[in-house]
């Protein structure tokens, strides 16, 4: 089975600094695509940004970006100019191409943006 | 679109109550899935369907859960009798698949549960 593993816990990032969030998985598949989904006080989950894993260019939105290393199985999100907004829960997500339909999550990673 | 659109928002229930969650999936979505998240356990998958068949239900914790889709815009999780362990927020999703393409998973606001 496939998981998703976020090291970090908890992190901060002074407003309009950068900040890297962590995010490592496992599978012995070949085709998948990998989320990051952010989840602010209201608790809604907001899709940020996604990847296919037969991409080799690496996915933007804006000021998000992600570093996707397939051979390490590892998928970060980069913020740029960080905003008091962007402070929230940061989830990764894992799905098959193939297969199962679902939605794997790591633990998430708690965002704080200071002012 | 509206969006996927949960009912209730919050929902509290004496224990051995049955509760019914509602979600209706953004039409034109053919697969709906059902979450609910813990700070234990995170996000987990309880069910999810597609063209409105139960495809995976390995997740629903027990018998006490149930879930149904009778149509393409109308799903329910139910419990009963709910117990206080069951408390947490349950999402609800939508997708739609092209050929083998993906694309983005949308949530519903959630239903946060409290069961005393």
């Known amino acids: 089975a496939q998981t998703v593993t976020q090291s970090q816990p908890e992190m901060s990032v002074q407003e309009a600094e950068t900040v890297t969030l962590s995010c490592t998985y496992d599978t012995s598949e070949s085709n998948y695509y990998l989320f990051w989904y952010k989840q602010p006080p209201s608790r809604q989950m907001i899709l940020v940004i996604r990847q296919e894993a037969y991409k080799q260019q690496n996915a933007t939105e804006n000021r998000f970006s992600v570093n996707f290393q397939k051979a390490a199985k590892s998928f970060s999100l980069k913020i740029s100019d960080s905003q008091l907004g962007d402070t929230a829960m940061y989830f990764c997500a894992f799905r098959s191409q193939g297969g199962s339909e679902k939605l794997v999550f790591g633990k998430g990673t708690k965002l704080t943006v200071n002012p | 679109d509206a969006g996927v659109i949960q009912s209730p928002r919050h929902e509290v229930t004496e224990m051995g109550q049955e509760v019914t969650l509602r979600c209706k999936p953004i039409s034109g979505h053919n697969s709906l899935f059902w979450y609910r998240q813990t700070m234990m356990r995170g996000l987990e998958l309880l069910i999810y369907f597609n063209n409105n068949v139960p495809i995976d239900d390995s997740g629903m914790p027990e018998d006490r859960f149930s879930a149904k889709m009778p149509n393409a815009s109308f799903s329910t999780l139910k419990i009963q009798p709910s117990e206080p362990r069951d408390s947490a927020v349950y999402f609800c999703?939508?997708?739609?698949?092209?050929?083998?393409?993906?694309?983005?998973?949308?949530f519903g606001s959630g239903t946060r549960l409290t069961v005393v």
């Open positions: 999703a939508s997708t739609t698949f092209v050929g083998s393409l993906s694309y983005g998973y949308t």
